[in-house]
């Protein structure tokens, strides 16, 4: 009989074939929970949850960073994204540019967010604009009461406040300069736009200039498991690459693509003209410059004690293929 294993993952076109079991995993039957990404990362973060499961590549860093080695990452990364859609502003801030941040007040759901942690690291990298350089205001978007996935010890040049309002209605009254939204907010209210006018446009050039596509989740495994089972790492690679090829491949299709936008195949080809036949990769070294640029972030903005390495966050897992399996 097959070993169960309970998964879970954000949903998307990524991992469905793994949900509805087209994909599967030899000799273990998958148990597949679809949640959200706020549903998972907190149970994950406390070690507390599932033998697979989606994670903040930020938050796993923190914990690795830390000796916690209760779950190993795999260089798998079903959750990437631009984010120069995400800040917004206030209109009467006077910010036209990046480079007017700074000096400001700005809200955040979460310091270790993966995707405030880019944010925070391309405004550094392009526009001069530290995070010593800026005002923090940390708290929910459109509600109150949002905490930290993880403790942090920040250094007093980190300033940050805490919200006692959602961060929205803060920045619609002038209360704060802008706001990171990873998730965007269901409403714009009067006085709010996007900093970029035409973020697409803006993030084409970056991912031109840099090559970089932002990695935002990661998958990671219970470390006990993987070292019962020598081979499950690689199974697992080749699992989620077969399930994301089969999500590449109906993009593609004429007949059945794979979404409910109208000029899917259109895009696909647009997106593979301007980024590359393997757009979406998988693996260590397909996303080394990745990689490499967010443990430097997660350094500089201390995240991590030191800058940790892609064999640090994502070579324990195969290590484990080279050892003795572990007694049950």
Known sequence: ?????????????????????????????PQVDLLEP??????AAAGDSWDICEMSLST????????????????????RSFRHRAILVNTEAGIK??????????GIPEYQLTAIVWV????????????????????GVEQVGRKEKVV???PAAIRISQAREPLLDLLARGDIDA???????????AGVQRLFADPRKAEQAYHAETGLFPLMHIVVVRRELLAKDSKL????????????????????????????????????????ALMGEDFWPYGIEANRGEIDTFLRYAEEQYLTPRRLTAEDVFGAAFALQNQPAEAS
């Not at 993009?251 to 794979?258: C, D, N, R, W």
């Open 120 to 139: 925070r690291g391309i405004l550094q990298d392009r526009h001069g604009v530290a995070p010593a350089d800026v005002d923090l205001v940390q708290g």
């Open 60 to 79: 796993h860093c923190i914990l690795r960073s830390r000796g916690d080695d209760t779950y190993l990452a795999l260089p798998v990364f079903p959750g």
């Open 233 to 272: 790492a690689d199974a697992l690679m080749t699992t989620f690459e077969a399930a994301k090829d089969a999500s590449i491949a109906r993009l593609a299709s004429e007949t059945s693509p794979g979404t409910a936008l109208p000029w899917t195949a259109q895009e696909f080809e647009e997106t593979r």
């Open 152 to 154: 942090l010890d920040l």
């Open 1 to 29: 009989m097959s070993q169960q294993l309970s998964i879970a993952l954000c949903p998307s076109d990524r991992v469905s074939a793994l949900a509805t079991g087209a994909v599967g995993i030899p000799g273990y039957d």
């Open 97 to 106: 540019r990046p480079e007017d941040l700074a000096g400001k007040r700005i």
């Open 179 to 189: 706001l990171i939204a990873p998730r965007l907010p269901s409403r714009f209210p």
């Open 38 to 43: 706020e549903q998972i990362f907190e149970r």
